[in-house]
């Protein structure tokens, strides 16, 4: 089975300061791993993936991500924070093989950035 | 290109009635999958379908069903609903031909259980 944990509820930034929004996977195998946000009465909205190759990848309105085998974490990072960048985000892996179709999601974490 | 478009929006129903929601995806995506998200229960896979076959299942129980057409679009049916039901129904598809692609969302039914 696969699973994802987002240990924040809650993560409270300034803005301007850098934020990280943790989560930890479990799979068997070599992992697929996603991030989407989403805004209040929307959709989740695609920001990056990594499927395989360097562990550092970098998406949609500077965000990045940091995948980490031996710890099997894919946390996000921004280096500055805007209040804009307020929403509630999501963490998935898919795994190539298992239930490939099946994208399992994490609890979500609610990122608020302060002016 | 268009996104992918759920209908309804909003919906109101009464505990024992049956609900019938719609997805269209994005032209050409060939994988529909759908979620429940509530507050409580974050956001619970239901069902997968590619080319008109039902390629995974969530945990729910059998009064949740879909299916898809010819043309990618897809439904899915809750009956017999209950309060818990009460959650916003998202859809998003892919291209579905391998398992790297992200998976675009639509905005959601939001459906409520009186």
């Known amino acids: 089975a696969q699973s994802v944990a987002q240990p924040e509820d809650q993560v409270n930034v300034a803005e301007g300061n850098p934020l990280t929004v943790k989560c930890t996977y479990s799979v068997s195998g070599n992992p697929y791993l996603f991030w989407y946000v989403q805004y209040p009465n929307r959709g989740l909205q695609f920001l990056l993936k990594?499927?395989?190759?360097?562990?550092l990848v970098k998406g949609s309105y500077g965000f990045e991500a940091e995948f980490n085998k031996s710890q099997t974490s894919f946390h996000l990072k921004k280096p500055s924070a805007l209040v804009s960048d307020s929403a509630l985000y999501f963490c998935?892996?898919?795994?190539?093989?298992?239930?490939?179709?099946?994208?399992?999601f994490g609890d979500g974490t609610t990122l608020t950035v302060k002016p | 290109k268009a996104g992918v478009t759920q209908t309804p929006r909003y919906l109101i129903k009464t505990r024992g009635q049956q609900v019938t929601l719609s997805c269209s995806p994005i032209s050409g995506h060939r994988s529909v999958s759908w979620y429940q998200q509530t507050p409580g229960q974050g956001l619970q896979f239901l069902f997968e379908?590619?080319?008109?076959?039902?390629?995974n299942k969530g945990n729910f129980p059998g009064r949740f069903s879909g299916r898809q057409f010819s043309n990618s679009r897809s439904e899915m049916n809750v009956s017999t609903l209950e309060l818990g039901d009460s959650a916003l129904y998202l859809c998003a598809s892919s291209s579905g031909l391998d398992y790297t692609g992200e998976l675009f969302f639509g905005e959601g039914s939001r459906l409520t259980v009186l």
């Open positions: 998935a892996v898919r795994h190539y093989n298992t239930n490939a179709g099946k994208s399992t």
């Open positions: 990594y499927i395989t190759g360097d562990n």
């Open positions: 379908y590619f080319s008109e076959t039902q390629r």
